[in-house]
């Protein structure tokens, strides 16, 4: 599972770097995925609405096992 969640990683990236942010995949443990903002989304008030309504959205529709997506 661990690939196919990088795999979308792959795809969101190029939006959040646009905005001079970015996102690492730490890991994923059962059907929670740990991720990492880093760069402009690490600390932005609005990062956890990126997380949440952008990141975790997307991969639950490409990865349906996944139920949850965490930042660490």
Do not use: F, W, Y
Request: glycine content about 8%; overall charge neutral; some cysteine.
């Amino acid at each position: 599972m661990k690939e196919k969640v990088e795999k979308v990683l792959e795809k969101i990236r190029p939006m959040l770097q646009r905005d001079g942010g970015n996102v690492e995949l730490v890991d994923v443990e059962g059907s929670t995925v740990k991720v990492r903002l880093t760069g402009a989304c690490h600390g932005c008030p609005m990062s956890q609405m990126t997380l949440k309504s952008g990141i975790e959205r997307i991969i639950k529709q490409e990865v349906p096992e996944v139920t949850e997506v965490v930042a660490v």
